[in-house]
């Protein structure tokens, strides 16, 4: 069914201290070593928390592990007075790939607007970083049945002034806020549902050509048991996975959703 390249990411939160993430890093690569993974088939990322992306660099360049990795945020700024920022340069330095922006959490702990990540998303590009955005929406949106609507005016407010040129490494991640960490898990039809409504957006934004070759990830609970169901859709191109990808095995084991 893959048209485009499917993608398992791992988002850790604030979890791991720098020798915990070596050792998730290394587990999980000689876990996906022993299931013969193919990462041209199906690629892998994981965003640790900043602090631990330098021993994460030295481990996957020095033994040439096939895992792609990324911050979890970064600043708009390139440098400056920015007390307690990141800037996608040092992200980049660091041999980060991706990063993510607009996680729930960051739109909701922190306030980020759509106008400021749309700034990030500029950032990450600058630094030749591909931009992982999450949209999605909270329960009382789901319940009004505005879902749609909602995660489609996130997306294109984030993407404003934005060429397709700019945007050719763009993932989206669908994340519905109410199946965050709560162990709801939207069906395999909302996940689908929703990730044609986004690409159908891509296809109005920019043309169906690009609409066609940008993955959308599903995340919201997704576990090794679950995550074959939820990859059927047509549209839906790989997972953003929180709580169960700081278990290498149950990581692995999402990663290996065909078997
Ligand atoms: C996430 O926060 O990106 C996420 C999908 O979390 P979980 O898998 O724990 O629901």
Redesign the pocket.
Known sequence: KFVRRPLIAG?W?MNMDHMQAIALVQKLAWTLDDAGHDYERVQVSVFPPFTDLRGVQTLVAGDKLGIDYGAQDLSDQDSGAYTGDISGQFLNKLGCSQVLIG???RREIHGESDELLNSKIRAALRHSLAPML?VGEGLEVRESGQHIEHTLAQLAEALKGLSAEELSELIV?Y?PVW????GKVAGPEDAQEMSAAIRAKLAELYSQEFADSIRILY????KAKNVASILKGADVDGA??????LEAEEFANIVSFEK
Do not use: Q
Not at 240 to 245: D, H, I, K, Q, T
């Open positions: 988002n939160k996680h729930s959490e999450c991640a994340e199946a965050i960490g709560t995340g919201g609970s997704v953003l996975v929180g709580g169960a990808s």
